[in-house]
């Protein structure tokens, strides 16, 4: 497909869009950012309304809304309740094995409540940080939303990950309570969430409580004082439904959520009360033009920012209606999320390329199946859209007749930073251009602006309010990390490269760090090659990503082995097992490659872009720092 063709959306689009003009709201925007964001700011409710829209005094740490009083929940749950949004659906939700369960705003806000005052009875106060690794059910939810209303802080961890990935992330939050499930379905079959989170305490120390929701019904292993079913908690009188929400400061914790980076500890990031709920609703209202009709489905995972922000506090702080599924989407048949779509009118999907290629190779009958014409836009998010997967969804999932959102952001800037509108004309590939409020740069070594449709590192120029605040407990790494590579200019390094083309429109190439992306999840290639060589068979191992038809890149691992290991058929098998045991099973390796050396540079850093580059046949490009 000819990716600089436009795609104009039509007539349709243009009628029932809220914003007719791009560019008029975005250099508004832009000459008084900060009036642009207070007028969001507005549309939420505040305890306390805010002295200061944003301090910039300490760089880079900002801070927004400064002085405000809010809690999320104020916006996601309360206000609803004094207005007909009360009765409206807040969420339905689909398990795999096909039961449902709806929840208004009125009875999300009394599961909140109930969790929240649980949560209160094990001691958990504000402040805390309490760990989900849950699977996709109601409950994942409401523990999300029970912590922020008493102003505990969560972190979710997703459920794809292993016992040592959880609990490494459980003591570096230092949390005391882990709230989890017996398991979830996934096709066909009981996940063991709950045994997975056994063997992570047994690794952590600061472990007290373990809060069980039953789903599966499978049995598990509780231990007294530490393990508790949900269900017989809430039967408790404890478990009023009725909580008051805790008064937060703007810039206080909303939550911590790890993210890969560069080096091997994963990183931690804060996000706030405050702005992030100005940030999220805002985003999610004019990107996808969000009416009080909507069913929305974003099919992310809430362990992920996408599910945080849009699946979860976007929606709800707008009053929208959600949709949930719980397993995969070709349980049983590849029509399962078509048929859910015809099933509840879902309006809007948001979904990863990944999802879409992973359906398009089942071909259209499965789609022509269903009469999903109530569709009116999509959205992709996680990594670059292929052409081919592109025009399948816009011809085939749209009916070419849904405009596709492809949203560029981050877990570090917890919205949406390059997106289309409704009215904004399409090129496939394209993310389009910067949200309001942002000023984008694809600039060179020195931070210098490169020519139109010169590749270069991807540069945020300005704070927003959705940005995280830094890497919990660690300044110095959130600033080394984003904000070192071009001080001087101030600018945030996303970690991406891209290029702008005459129009002014952004493409995003892909991660210029040693982030790999499979399958739109993110992953580091030092907790890869840590996992290998936790084998002891390897010595030196070194991940890197190959392109891959359905996941986007998949993971090929080089190894040294020990003196007087061989490579062979068995110990290859046995590494990607290794690996993916480790790591969890989405971190499981393509492939291993067995080396007797691998390109380093003098100062002793592996060069994977040299692997990268010889694996792909292409220019090894500029090599004077290899060593030997
Ligand atoms: O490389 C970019 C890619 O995903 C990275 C961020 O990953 P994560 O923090 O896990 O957040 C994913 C969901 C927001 C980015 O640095 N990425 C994200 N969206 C797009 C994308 N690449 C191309 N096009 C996108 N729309």
């Given amino acids: 497909m000819d990716s600089k063709k436009f795609v104009f959306p039509s007539e349709d689009v243009k009628n029932y869009a809220t914003i007719q003009s791009y560019d008029d709201l975005y250099d508004e925007s832009i000459a008084d950012r900060e009036t642009f964001w207070a007028n969001e700011a507005k549309r939420l409710d505040w305890y306390k309304p805010w002295d200061k829209v944003l301090d910039d005094s300490r760089h880079p740490f900002y801070k927004w809304f400064v002085g405000g009083k809010t809690n999320i929940i104020q916006n996601a749950i309360d206000r609803h309740l004094k207005t007909a949004t009360r009765n409206k659906l807040a969420l339905i939700w689909e398990g795999e094995p096909g039961d449902l369960k709806t929840y208004s705003y009125h009875a999300l806000n009394r599961e909140v409540a109930e969790f929240a005052n649980i949560l209160k009875a094990m001691g958990v106060h504000k402040g805390d940080i309490v760990t989900i690794y849950m699977p ?129 500890k994963p990183k931690g990031l804060v996000h706030t009360h405050g702005g992030y709920s100005v940030y999220t609703s805002a985003t999610h209202r004019m990107v996808f033009d969000i009416k009080p009709e909507d069913r929305w489905w974003c099919a992310a995972d809430p362990g992920w920012i996408t599910g945080h922000s849009y699946m ?25 999320w078509w048929r859910m779509i015809d099933k509840y009118g879902i309006t809007v999907l948001y979904t990863s390329p990944t999802a879409i290629r992973g359906l398009m190779r089942y071909g259209e ?62 090129k496939p590939g394209s993310a389009t251009k910067p949200f309001f409020g942002h000023e984008i740069g694809v600039v060179d070594e020195q931070g210098k602006d490169v020519a139109a449709n010169d590749v270069g590192a991807l540069v945020i120029k300005n704070p927003w309010p959705g940005m995280a605040r830094t890497i919990m407990g660690d300044d110095e790494r959130y600033n080394e990390t984003y904000w070192s590579k071009f001080e001087k200019q101030k600018y945030y390094h996303a970690g991406d490269s891209a290029r702008k083309d005459e129009d002014g429109y952004y493409w995003i190439i892909g991660r210029s760090d040693d982030v790999i992306k499979v399958s739109g999840y993110r992953l580091g290639t030092a907790e890869i090659e840590s996992a290998a060589v936790s084998h002891p068979d390897v010595a030196e191992a070194a991940a890197i990503p190959l392109p891959h038809e359905l996941k986007g890149s998949g993971i090929h691992v080089y190894v040294i082995l020990k003196a007087g290991k061989e490579g062979n058929k068995e110990l290859a098998k046995e590494l990607l097992d290794h690996v993916a045991k480790v790591m969890g099973p989405i971190a499981r390796p393509e492939e291993i490659i067995f080396a007797d050396s691998l390109p380093k540079t003098r100062s002793g850093k592996i060069m994977r872009r040299v692997l990268k580059a010889r694996a792909l046949g292409e ?4 090599l004077s720092t290899l060593d030997d």
């Fill in 312 to 336: 979860v506090y976007g929606p709800l702080i707008n009053g929208s209606t959600i949709f949930m599924y719980e397993g995969a989407p070709n349980h049983p048949y590849p029509d399962r």
């Fill in 136 to 264: 996709q059910i109601p409950e994942q939810i409401f523990a999300m939303l029970a912590c922020a209303k008493i102003g505990a802080a969560h972190s979710v961890v997703y459920g794809g990950f292993s016992h040592e990935a959880l609990a490494e992330r459980i003591n570096a939050a230092n949390s005391r309570v882990v709230i989890t499930a017996d398991g979830g379905f996934r096709r066909g079959k009981a996940t063991k969430l709950k045994d997975i989170v056994n063997k992570a305490m047994e690794l952590s120390p600061t472990m007290e409580v373990c809060i069980t929701v039953k789903r599966t019904g499978e049995e598990v292993y509780m231990e007294n004082d530490r393990d508790y079913w949900y269900h017989d908690l809430k039967a408790l009188p404890i478990a009023s439904h009725k909580c008051a929400t805790e008064e937060m400061d703007a810039e206080d914790m909303l939550f911590l959520l790890y993210t890969s980076g560069s080096t091997g």
């Fill in 619 to 622: 220019d090894e490009g500029d």
């Fill in 365 to 426: 009958s499965w789609v022509n199946r269903h009469d999903i014409s109530s569709l009116r836009l999509l959205g992709s998010v996680g990594e670059p859209i292929n052409p081919e997967a592109w025009r399948w969804y816009h011809e085939v999932v749209g009916n070419k007749q849904c405009p596709i959102m492809d949203t560029w952001w981050q877990t570090e800037t917890g919205g949406f930073v390059i997106t289309p509108l409704p009215i904004t004309p399409l």
